[in-house]
């Protein structure tokens, strides 16, 4: 495995090895990120890995300081998951000067996680945009349990022509039903005994699609009032479109529930699709 931090070398490694399978990360690997790796290996014939902590996408107050750098230990999993090229460059190296242009998302980046980190999705998609034209890959790997993020994704390759397949990965979760994060690590340990809460209030909601119910606005009440009711602080939870996540409509067969809620000082996002009948 080779670890590469210069644009200029990775393009001129890259030469010859194609196809390329790309999984960009912000490093703090766990098992799900693991897992998105393995998947590419699957795709593609050299798999690289980027590890960079997007600056982009970071708003006023949270918490770009302090998100973890793991390095060495990423590297380690990474190389016993099959990664071929880690991608490891500084911020002077992707912007060697102030990034001006930026890609504008759709209005639906301003809904749901969008609401609370204003620019957050702008920020995204101008770094996941500047990596693949670094990369050039033939697919890229995103896992489901940023499923917004998946979407807005989606999208740019869709209506900018980008010859990449995206591959969305299933959301890893711990025995307790809680989705994998690097934020997990910020909970304590009583924090991390309730994060679960949220997931089993979504899959509520998805058992109640399930038998038919249609009362979306109830069904998302009744589950912000839960969590309110044992400490969190509710974003939202919301019931979404699976292919557009515009707000559920009682004809849609195909859904998602989605929710964002801080635990402390810890901001946890999960969600569920769902299927009516």
């Given at each position: 495995?080779?670890?590469?931090?210069?644009?200029?070398?990775?393009?001129?490694?890259?030469?010859?090895?194609?196809?390329?399978?790309?999984?960009?990360?912000?490093?703090?690997?766990?098992?799900?990120?693991?897992?998105?790796?393995?998947?590419?290996?699957?795709?593609?014939?050299?798999?690289?890995?980027?590890?960079?902590?997007?600056?982009?996408?970071?708003?006023?107050?949270?918490?770009?300081?302090?998100?973890?750098?793991?390095?060495?230990?990423?590297c380690r999993k990474l190389q016993t998951a099959g990664a071929d090229i880690v991608f490891t460059p500084s911020a002077q190296e992707l912007f060697p000067t102030p990034q001006q242009?930026?890609?504008?998302?759709?209005?639906?980046?301003?809904?749901?996680?969008?609401?609370?980190?204003?620019?957050?999705?702008?920020?995204?998609?101008?770094?996941?945009?500047?990596?693949?034209?670094?990369?050039?890959?033939?697919?890229?790997?995103?896992?489901?349990?940023?499923?917004?993020?998946?979407?807005?994704?989606?999208?740019?390759?869709?209506?900018?022509?980008?010859?990449?397949?995206?591959?969305?990965?299933?959301?890893?979760?711990?025995?307790?039903?809680?989705?994998?994060?690097?934020?997990?690590?910020?909970?304590?340990?009583?924090?991390?005994?309730?994060?679960?809460?949220?997931?089993?209030?979504?899959?509520?909601?998805?058992?109640?699609?399930?038998?038919?119910?249609?009362?979306?606005?109830?069904?998302?009440?009744?589950?912000?009032?839960?969590?309110?009711?044992?400490?969190?602080?509710?974003?939202?939870?919301?019931?979404?479109?699976?292919?557009?996540?515009?707000?559920?409509?009682?004809?849609?067969?195909?859904?998602?529930?989605?929710?964002?809620?801080?635990?402390?000082?810890?901001?946890?996002?999960?969600?569920?699709?769902?299927?009516?009948?």
């Open positions: 495995m080779e670890i590469i931090s210069s644009v200029s070398v990775l393009r001129e490694t890259l030469q010859g090895r194609q196809p390329v399978a790309f999984v960009p990360t912000m490093g703090n690997l766990h098992q799900g990120h693991i897992a998105l790796v393995e998947q590419a290996r699957r795709q593609g014939r050299c798999v690289v890995v980027s590890i960079f902590v997007n600056p982009l996408q970071f708003g006023a107050g949270e918490d770009l300081e302090k998100y973890p750098r793991t390095l060495e230990a990423d242009f930026q890609v504008e998302p759709p209005l639906i980046a301003n809904e749901l996680c969008g609401a609370f980190r204003p620019g957050h999705f702008r920020g995204v998609a101008t770094i996941v945009l500047k990596l693949f034209n670094i990369v050039q890959p033939a697919c890229a790997v995103f896992g489901k349990k940023d499923y917004q993020q998946l979407h807005i994704i989606r999208g740019m390759v869709r209506e900018f022509d980008l010859p990449i397949e995206i591959v969305a990965g299933e959301t890893m979760r711990a025995e307790d039903g809680l989705a994998l994060s690097s934020r997990n690590g910020y909970l304590t340990p009583e924090e991390r005994a309730e994060a679960p809460r949220l997931y089993r209030n979504l899959l509520q909601i998805r058992e109640a699609v399930a038998t038919g119910r249609r009362d979306f606005v109830a069904l998302e009440s009744a589950a912000a009032a839960d969590l309110a009711s044992h400490g969190w602080q509710v974003d939202y939870i919301s019931l979404r479109h699976a292919g557009n996540l515009q707000t559920a409509q009682a004809e849609d067969a195909s859904l998602v529930a989605l929710g964002a809620a801080r635990l402390g000082t810890t901001r946890l996002i999960d969600n569920l699709e769902c299927s009516a009948p």
